[in-house]
């Protein structure tokens, strides 16, 4: 496999006829081994939910990644290997695609889309940590309530606490991807400043959380998204 530098995959990719196609499959075939590799790595099998393959799945991903990469060649700024910033946008675009596919086969009720207060699954690492815990997630939960709009709540708890996709928040508020960030954006400032009222930062928040346990499922729980993803 040719090895190029990274003015050469984007010149590569940018022309058209046979060297474009050489490069867009050799690209392809990086891609879907990286991504394979990372979901072996990370047993995603079962938080996508049944039936799904290791390799359907990394083909797909990487099919889409390149689409995406070739949209996107005008925003590599060169810091950092042409293949490394691919690869970052891969394990993005694999992550949403496991989002996706695990949202379609939740349990949740559409009647409780939204409004379903956050749950937080306490950990056990002693009585007074515990207690800490339920006490910050108790405060977290009432700011939600009563700190943000109904839209804001809705769409935050949506997507940071019951992991539906961007994409389909937006289709079912009746908005559009860009309307949606900001609106969670916004949610998400009122909740800094409404902790800071309490005399709290988010990432003092977090740190009650961040306790030492085994390894998580690498989805983005509601913790880190509330904070960090959206």
């Not at 799904?52 to 995406?68: F, I």
Request: proline fraction near 4%.
């Amino acid at each position: 496999m040719t090895t190029r530098s990274n003015t050469e995959w984007l010149a590569a990719l940018r022309q058209r006829g046979q060297s474009h196609e050489n490069a867009v499959k050799e690209l392809r075939q990086l891609l879907r081994r990286a991504i394979f590799s990372f979901l072996s790595r990370k047993g995603s099998t079962n938080a996508a939910g049944p039936g799904y393959d290791h390799e359907d799945l990394a083909e797909d991903c990487a099919q889409e990644t390149v689409l995406l990469i070739q949209s996107k060649l005008d925003q590599f700024r060169g810091d950092s290997q042409f293949t490394t910033w691919a690869y970052s946008i891969a394990i993005r675009v694999t992550l949403n695609e496991l989002r996706r596919r695990r949202w379609r086969t939740s349990a949740i009720e559409v009647a409780r889309l939204g409004d379903a207060m956050p749950h937080w699954p306490i950990d056990n690492p002693g009585p007074e940590r515990s207690l800490e815990q339920q006490q910050a997630w108790a405060m977290l939960s009432e700011l939600i309530e009563t700190a943000l709009t109904p839209l804001q709540r809705k769409a935050l708890i949506a997507h940071a606490f019951q992991e539906m996709p961007l994409d389909l928040v937006a289709e079912w508020l009746g908005t559009n991807r860009n309307s949606l960030y900001k609106l969670i954006h916004d949610a998400r400032k009122r909740l800094q400043a409404a902790l800071l009222s309490r005399g709290v930062t988010h990432r003092e928040l977090i740190a009650i959380f961040d306790t030492p346990r085994p390894e998580r499922p690498y989805f983005e729980d509601g913790k880190e998204s509330l904070f960090h993803r959206v």
